[in-house]
Nanobody
């Protein structure tokens, strides 16, 4: 499985971005699709996850601001990020669990700065 993440960029505090994760195969068969992020000097952390196609988890710090979704027809998952804060600045990674294996996409950089 190959994952292509895109959509990162520079945004002012309070702004919005939408990240995309395009998969090389049908995402409807994936056990879990997730977004992780890693800020400089910090550990990679789980941001949002869809399990079983419908159960969505968010870390507390992004609840109410971030929305994860997926489009099975396009084999793509999304992370809509609103009301961005400087502390959201990180490299964001797409992650998939499929069968007994897991896969990472390359990261996409989100910079939040005025």
């Amino acid at each position: 499985v190959q994952l292509q993440a895109s959509g990162g960029g520079l945004v002012r505090p309070g702004g919005s971005l939408r990240l995309s994760c395009a998969a090389s195969r049908s995402i409807s068969s994936f056990n879990t699709m997730s977004w992780y992020r890693q800020a400089p000097g910090k550990q990679r952390e789980l941001v949002a996850s869809i399990t079983g196609g419908s159960v969505i988890y968010y870390i507390d710090s992004v609840k109410g601001r971030f929305t994860m979704s997926r489009d099975n027809a396009k084999n793509t998952a999304y992370l809509r990020m609103d009301s961005l804060k400087p502390e959201d600045m990180a490299v964001y990674y797409c992650y998939v669990e499929y069968g007994l294996r897991s896969y990472w996409g390359q990261g996409t950089l989100v910079t939040v700065s005025s």
